[in-house]
């Protein structure tokens, strides 16, 4: 290596070592400088909450309680008496003019199937019928004459007999064409579609002129003036329901909780599942609607414990505490939960939680007011109830 390459080599190992230590000194300046802003902002964090104010309606004294506890339901509002109206014979639909949310009450007529065929058919069985009546009226000429025949010696008792079954026959075959009369009316009289409930039209499946088959579902129709809620209860849980046990239920879209109460438990539990199916009358049921979403309590036993709203419990610790103030000042208290339910089976009031290392009308902080430092000093802006 020639002297002059030594020197560039110096030089350029000596700008690398300088670059190199004006970055760790900005690293270091970089650090310093953050540590001194955390700490500012540390220090102003505790400056700030110092002292917090709070409403009265911040906090909740811990009480004594009837507590209702219950099990946890699901499921969605159905009718009690609902009906398919279907067609019982085929052809084209003719008169429907319902639509969903249409009333009609029960023997109204909704729609009729083309009568044309089945007219045809009872006229076709009513002139045969006609003519069996005829063959009666012939063979009834018969025998009477026949019968003066034999009075006068003229013909033997055996043409007398002869005539007689034929009247017979022919009076038999009479009832059979009128039966196959019966038989064509059925038909015809099936063409008259008519709603076997009141209430309101929940789907039309069939448009007007459209050709239905046997059995076709042409709509459907509720009552919404009784609902129930069809709930699917464990085995273990279902051991605990009675017919008459209450629940609030929470409706999709409806402010008010309503009341609902265990109409019937089916007696057999699914198959595979193993669940059983418990069935809860709506005591109200205006203004609800078949298939809404309702989820609730049912109340199935009552416990006297000291209480504290469930949302005032804290976890974000490694065992659940709640904030109180005491001596105007938060403090954290640990504490254990245990049942869970609401005062008076009201489920308008927020849930409830048993707790247990709490005094009896400790102020509890309540969990809207979100997590505050302990020993930070409380003042209330009104008395705390």
Do not use: C
């Amino acid at each position: 290596m020639t002297p002059s390459m030594k020197k560039t080599l110096k030089w350029l190992l000596t700008g690398l070592l300088l670059a190199a230590l004006t970055a760790w000194g900005l690293k270091a300046l970089s650090a310093r400088k953050a540590q001194r802003e955390a700490a500012t902002a540390a220090a102003s964090t505790a400056k700030t909450q110092t002292q917090i104010e709070l409403a009265a309606s911040d906090v909740v004294r811990a009480q004594t309680r009837e507590l209702a506890q219950g099990l946890p339901i699901s499921g969605s509002l159905k009718a009690v008496n609902s009906a398919v109206v279907k067609a019982r014979v085929a052809g084209e639909l003719l008169g429907l003019t319902l639509r969903e949310g249409d009333a009609v009450k029960a023997g109204q007529v909704v729609a009729r199937v083309d009568a044309a065929e089945y007219q045809s058919r009872v006229r076709q069985a009513q002139e045969q019928a006609d003519a069996a009546r005829a063959q009666i009226e012939i063979a009834q000429r018969q025998v009477d004459n026949n019968k003066a025949l034999v009075d006068q010696g003229f013909i033997s008792k055996t043409a007398l007999d002869t005539s007689l079954n034929n009247l017979a026959a022919a009076q038999a075959n009479h009832k059979a064409a009128l039966a196959t009369v019966e038989v064509a009316r059925k038909p015809l009289e099936d063409t008259v579609l008519r709603a076997p409930i009141s209430g309101l039209v929940s789907q039309r499946l069939v448009q007007p002129g459209e050709r239905v088959g046997i059995d076709a579902r042409v709509i459907e129709i509720v009552d919404l003036s009784r609902l129930e809620l069809e709930a699917t209860l464990s085995a273990a849980d279902s051991i605990s329901v009675r017919v008459g046990q209450s629940a609030t239920l929470q409706i999709e879209g409806s402010p008010q909780p309503v009341v609902a109460r265990v109409s019937r438990i089916n007696p057999s539990a699914m198959a595979g599942s193993r669940s059983v199916l418990v069935y809860l009358a709506v005591d109200r049921a205006e203004g609800l609607r078949q298939g809404l979403f309702a989820q609730g309590t049912l109340g199935t036993a009552q416990v006297s414990a000291l209480t504290v709203p469930l949302s005032a419990v804290r976890t974000d610790k490694p065992s659940p505490y709640v904030q109180v103030v005491r001596d105007d000042k938060v403090a954290h208290v640990a504490v254990q939960t245990g049942a869970r339910g609401t005062a008076g089976g009201d489920a308008s009031r927020e849930t409830l939680v048993a707790v247990q290392g709490l005094a009896p009308g400790a102020v509890v902080i309540q969990g809207s007011v979100g997590s505050l430092r302990e020993g930070t000093a409380v003042r209330f802006t009104q008395p705390a109830k």
